[in-house]
């Protein structure tokens, strides 16, 4: 894996670039600020760098700023971005994974958590590149250009341009920090598009994404006022974590969000007028548990969530079953 290191100390970088080798023998680039990491990628292939490593604390522009650049360039929208930081504060934290980072590790490195993290980013490299490389198949290419291409409905989507959207694998990693720096005190929660199948089956694959996409604006606007992050983990189900100790009265959130979203007024390419809605889950406090019990807690808002979907359809249903034998 080709990766491009960049930390203001040069001791951190013959560091880290001894670690490198000696965990995978990865390739590795050194740029000393952000300006010259990103004049390094101006000047090579776009596809040179395959990995990321950013330290967050460097003068005139930091490594979290340095994230938010990288994820302009198309080449590198989903590459694995690791922050180098020996910051606990979580307000830096919080906002490296706004910016676009995947994960991060903490300073001094511990070598078997720096192996882990730099494993982690090479499986997600090797996966993107054979998702490329079936998109480019030729068999793949004569469905690119038909009109039966499909979204899977169940699986996670990464949502660009929206603030504090992140991609699934990176809220995993981000939710396994908390536990492992015990940085506690966030709350859970999730919200579900109501009747998702519909939407998926009606709309084109680019028209779905782009309703995931409002509708996760929606949210976004609806919590700008609180420090969150939040991912879509599939089946119409958007993700929330929260900080500041701040836990969201769901009912009152989940018709701020639907007010939103009527106002928006969604349409199709064809101008039909679109109706999303969503229902909120159970907000779930994440104080003092364990890395088993934080990704459960994130299992148990996404499945409330949906749950509260699926339950005000049934209940519509059964007012109206109700109403016809009257």
């Known amino acids: 894996m080709r990766i491009l290191a960049t930390d203001d100390d040069p001791i951190i970088l013959e560091l880290v670039s001894q670690f490198l080798i000696t965990v995978g023998q990865h390739d590795v680039v050194t740029a000393k600020s952000a300006s010259?990491?990103?004049?390094?990628?101006s000047k090579n292939d776009p596809?040179?760098?395959?990995?990321?490593?950013?330290?967050?604390?460097?003068?005139?522009?930091?490594?979290?700023?340095?994230?938010?650049?990288?994820?302009?360039?198309?080449?590198?929208?989903?590459?694995?971005i690791i922050m180098l930081t020996a910051m606990s504060?979580?307000?830096?934290?919080?906002?490296?994974?706004?910016a676009g980072a995947s994960d991060y590790i903490t300073k001094p490195f511990d070598m078997i958590e720096f192996k882990t993290r730099?494993?982690?980013?090479e499986q997600l490299v090797l996966s993107r590149k054979t998702v490329t490389a079936k998109l480019f198949a030729p068999s793949a290419l004569k469905i690119a250009v038909g009109k039966d291409d499909a979204v899977d409905l169940h699986a996670p989507v990464e949502l660009n341009d929206i603030d504090n959207v992140i991609a699934c694998s990176a809220m995993e990693n981000y939710v396994a920090q908390l536990s492992r720096s015990s940085l506690f005190g966030s709350t859970v929660f999730a919200f579900t598009l109501r009747k998702p199948e519909t939407y998926c089956e009606a709309l084109s694959p680019a028209e779905f994404k782009f309703l995931l996409e409002d509708v996760a604006e929606c949210i976004s606007d609806c919590l700008a006022d609180h420090q969150f992050l939040m991912t879509y983990a599939g089946n119409g189900t958007y993700l929330c974590i929260t900080e500041s100790g701040w836990r969201p009265e769901m009912s009152k959130l989940m018709a701020a969000v639907n007010l939103h979203l009527n106002q928006m007024k969604i349409v199709s390419n064809t101008s039909a007028e679109l109706y999303p809605r969503v229902s909120a889950g159970?907000?779930?406090?994440?104080?003092?548990?364990?890395?088993?019990?934080?990704?459960?807690a994130l299992g148990k808002a996404q499945?409330?969530?949906?749950?509260?979907?699926?339950?005000?359809?049934?209940?519509?249903?059964?007012?109206?079953?109700?109403?016809r034998l009257a």
């Open 303 to 323: 499945t409330s969530a949906e749950h509260a979907a699926a339950e005000f359809e049934r209940l519509k249903s059964d007012f109206f079953h109700t109403g």
């Open 47 to 80: 596809a040179y760098i395959e990995c990321f490593l950013n330290d967050i604390q460097m003068p005139q522009m930091d490594g979290i700023e340095l994230a938010r650049q990288i994820r302009k360039l198309p080449n590198h929208a989903t590459s694995p």
């Open 36 to 41: 010259e990491a990103l004049d390094l990628l």
């Open 282 to 296: 159970n907000a779930i406090r994440l104080v003092w548990k364990s890395n088993d019990q934080v990704l459960s």
């Open 89 to 98: 504060e979580k307000r830096y934290i919080d906002d490296a994974f706004a």
């Open 118 to 121: 730099i494993s982690m980013a």
